[in-house]
């Protein structure tokens, strides 16, 4: 089955523990990105990378850092969680950035920061 | 910077009644989402527009987008309980994101 899994699905975690959220994916796609969800702003992009070591910023990129080493696998790190970083986490994927494909997402990682 | 608004960002309707949710977008582009999410779950992609009049459509949800005006509709006709979720436009920026609207919750009630 062609899907975009996270783990875990929901952490717990204190100010400054470095975390890892960890993105695969079975289709093949060149296309990986991280969003987060907060209420009333809808999803925002925090990385993207359009293929394997190509990575870049998207519009809420501060406090988050990812790699790109393996097609399918695109991770989250959270080198030093804040409070402010609590919040329900999408990773998805499209065939590449140029195709007009529609993006799949991941089930979410809600992730409390206390 | 490409800002997506939609609205209304709740919407309370009865069973069997017609709505239009909106999407407007402030920079020029001809790819358009939209995509509906249950509570507590993932992104459901509903609709993919590619171009200035197209239309979409599926069961009761029908899309619509006009790039000269930079606004999608999604048209939800007689609506049932089933519809009820959130509703989100994504506008697609030169292939490298998407930048999401807020959202519009839907309730509709019988």
């Known amino acids: 089955e062609a899907q975009v899994t996270q783990n875990p699905r929901y952490l717990i975690t204190v100010t400054g523990k470095k975390l890892t959220v960890t993105c695969s994916q079975n289709m093949n796609h060149e296309y990986m990105s991280w969003y987060r969800q907060d209420p009333g702003l809808g999803l925002r992009q925090i990385y993207y990378s359009m293929n394997v070591e190509v990575t870049d910023k998207g519009d809420v990129p501060e406090g988050y850092k990812v790699s790109r080493k393996e097609k399918r696998n695109f991770p989250l790190i959270l080198e030093s969680p804040s409070p402010n970083q609590t919040s329900l986490y999408f990773c998805a994927s499209r065939l590449s950035a140029s195709s007009a494909y529609e993006q799949y997402f991941g089930p979410g990682t809600r992730l409390t920061v206390t | 910077e490409l800002k997506v608004e939609q609205n209304p960002l709740f919407l309370s309707m009865q069973e069997g009644k017609n709505y239009t949710i909106y999407c407007n977008y402030s920079t020029t582009s001809d790819r358009l989402y939209w995509y509906r999410q249950d509570p507590g779950k993932s992104l459901e992609s509903l609709f993919v527009?590619?171009?200035?009049?197209a239309v979409k459509q599926e069961g009761r949800l029908m899309a619509s987008l006009d790039t000269k005006a930079r606004l999608s509709t999604l048209h939800i006709t007689a609506a049932v309980h089933d519809l009820s979720a959130t509703y989100f436009c994504?506008?697609?920026?030169?292939?490298?994101?998407?930048?999401f609207g807020a959202g519009t919750i839907l309730r509709v009630k019988s």
């Open positions: 994504a506008v697609d920026m030169y292939g490298n994101k998407l930048v």
């Open positions: 527009l590619l171009s200035n009049g």
